[in-house]
């Protein structure tokens, strides 16, 4: 998994760096594999003005799947990481569970056809 972050109007700190990454290994745990990129977009829209203006917005791409962004704003960047990456991770999850039930699904094409020929009724 290829982790790319980007700030805006702001330095990134090493600090933020491994928060960030850690965050996200954490949330891929299992489907580790199935994750190609993560996109981490930081930004500060206000500057030193202050408010919920810190953005982060998580985009993953997986493979053989259309792309998962999430984007959250608070006042404090980590909380920020730490909601997108949750939410994403929860995202991440139900796309793949998905995917999963509709190959199971698409395996089993009989069933459909005996369902409707009333042999289950």
Known sequence: MQIDIQSRKFSLT?????HV?????????????????????????????????KCCLIQVKLS??????????????YQAIDRASARVGRAVSRR?????RNIRSRSAPGSLLHYRLGQYA
């Not at 090493?14 to 491994?18: I, K, P, Q, T």
């Open 14 to 18: 090493r600090a933020l760096r491994v």
């Open 21 to 53: 990454e850690r965050r996200l290994k954490f949330i891929a745990g299992a489907r580790y594999e199935k994750i190609k990129r993560v996109l981490v977009r930081l930004s500060d829209t206000n500057g030193p003005r202050g408010g919920n203006d």
């Open 64 to 77: 053989g799947q259309p792309d998962v962004v999430i984007a959250d704003t608070r006042s404090d960047l």
């Open 96 to 100: 793949l569970k998905r995917q999963r």
